[in-house]
């Protein structure tokens, strides 16, 4: 009786989720005249570890939306950065992309991000990096912008390589 008492103290204590842990880094590199917007993700020890190392150049995707504690996301938010590069100034814009507003709905615990640049009068298409919980085949993990391109280029992996 004394060994089955122990089990069930201690047994709940060895079972735990994986948290994984997304962020968006920005990178304005004026030496090769590029922007360049990273989707990183990362599991337990290693995503917190990521999520610390963001500091000004980056935000967590947790930090883009406010709860009401465990049922509703009650608002969506965003952070902005400039880049300089030799032919202006590239505004970027990023917001938090839940799955779902209700967090114990379909995609309720789904949360990533997507941004928005422009320069000069243009705006580049609004790119999510994870479209949807169940529907998404790819990610995007980069975004790379050059100066002068009137264009982005997206680096795409398959879904199922995200979560390695």
Not at 51 to 67: E, H, K, P
């Amino acid at each position: 009786m004394r060994y089955l008492v122990l089990l069930i103290v201690l047994l709940p204590s060895l079972a735990w989720a994986d948290t994984f842990r997304t962020g968006v880094k920005v990178a304005c590199n004026t030496a090769d005249d590029s922007l360049r917007i990273s989707y990183v993700g990362a599991y337990n020890e290693a995503g917190e570890a990521l999520i610390n190392s963001l500091d000004q150049t980056g935000v967590a995707t947790d930090d883009l939306v406010r709860t009401d504690g465990d049922s509703l996301i009650t608002q969506i938010l965003t952070k902005a950065w400039e880049c300089k590069l030799s032919d202006g100034i590239y505004n970027i814009v990023v917001g938090g992309a839940p799955g779902n507003m209700k967090i114990g709905g379909r995609c309720g615990a789904h949360l990533s991000a997507w941004v928005e640049i422009s320069h000069d009068g243009v705006t580049f298409p609004h790119t999510v990096f994870h479209d949807d919980c169940h529907l998404s085949k790819t990610v995007i993990t980069e975004i790379l912008v050059r100066a002068g391109s009137k264009s982005m280029q997206l680096t795409e992996i398959p879904v199922d390589r995200w979560w390695q």
